[in-house]
């Protein structure tokens, strides 16, 4: 049995991948056994990932609602937008995180002309962070990125030490091979292992807002205003700052702060 990815291509049915991912979200290995079987139990040759999203969706919105919105983390992060401006914060904010030093929307003159560069981060080296944000499913960051970052990062090579893509995606097989090649540090939903956005975010459950089920486009929209990135800053900030910050009323931010509660529950 095949399943039809968002991309339009097909990979034979796993089961494990499924249970990995429901386990990783937070649900017991008994509990990502019996939707794996509910679902396996309904699926046909050809299915879309969508679907079996859907289904294991609606099994833990019943069962576990709060890991159902960390099992929905990739639809979150597309949520973000439609802008990419968002994400590129949202990710530099994630490498502040990580120890990196970062720096969002730069103008820096290269060699031979002016770069908006998305985020500077510095660590131990110094990197230019080509951020490429998606809101559908199915997209892939392509070999044209990596030629442009690339031939972007040449121009700026006195002020970087390394380029780096960041995606919400995927990569390109031949995106990836070139970026390898030339050395572009990547970073995709996926890749690379414990270090893609899906762990960089998991490890350290900076799980954006937009995961909150409580969190409509106007409370998005106030609190990417105010910097508020992740459902732990709900936590970390009293109510009376939050108010002040984003201008939400009291009775929205209960709710808010109530649901950042659950999803950050082991």
């Known amino acids: 049995m095949f399943v039809t990815k968002a991309s339009g291509k097909k990979e034979e049915f796993m089961p494990e991948k499924i ?24 699926a046909y040759d050809g299915i879309t990932t969508r679907e079996i999203l859907s289904m294991a969706l609606k099994i833990l919105n019943v069962e576990k ?23 590129e914060k949202f990710f530099a904010e994630i490498l502040k995180n990580y120890g990196y030093e970062t720096q969002v929307g730069l103008m820096i003159k290269g ?6 560069i998305d985020i500077v981060a510095k660590k131990k080296y110094r990197y230019m962070v080509e951020c490429k944000y998606h809101n559908s499913h199915g997209v892939y960051t392509d070999l ?5 970052t ?7 090579k006195s002020n970087f030490d390394f380029p780096w893509i960041a995606t919400n995606t995927k990569i390109s097989d031949k995106a990836m091979s070139y970026s390898k090649g030339v050395g572009i540090k990547m970073t995709s939903w996926s890749y690379p292992q414990k270090e ?27 609190l990417s ?16 700052e939050l108010k002040e910050r984003t201008k939400l009323k009291d009775s929205v ?10 999803v950050l529950r082991k």
Do not use: C
């Not at 044209?144 to 442009?148: E, F, G, M, P, Q």
């Open 19 to 42: 249970s990995r991912s429901l386990m990783r979200a937070g649900a017991s290995k008994k509990l990502a056994t019996e939707i794996v079987k509910q679902v396996e139990a309904k």
């Open 65 to 87: 609602p709060h890991v159902s919105e960390r099992y929905d983390l990739k639809r979150a992060i597309m949520n973000l937008g439609p802008a990419g401006f968002v994400f």
């Open 111 to 116: 060699r031979l002309s002016m770069h908006e």
């Open 144 to 148: 044209k990125v990596a030629l442009y």
């Open 150 to 156: 690339y031939a972007r990062f040449l121009d700026l």
């Open 196 to 222: 893609s956005l899906r762990d960089l975010i998991t490890q350290k459950k900076l799980y954006p807002v937009t995961i909150l089920k409580s969190v409509d486009a106007h409370a998005k929209w106030k």
């Open 225 to 240: 205003d105010a910097n508020i990135f992740f459902a732990k800053d709900l936590l970390e900030l009293s109510v009376q």
């Open 253 to 262: 931010l209960r709710n808010l702060i109530s649901d950042a509660k659950g």
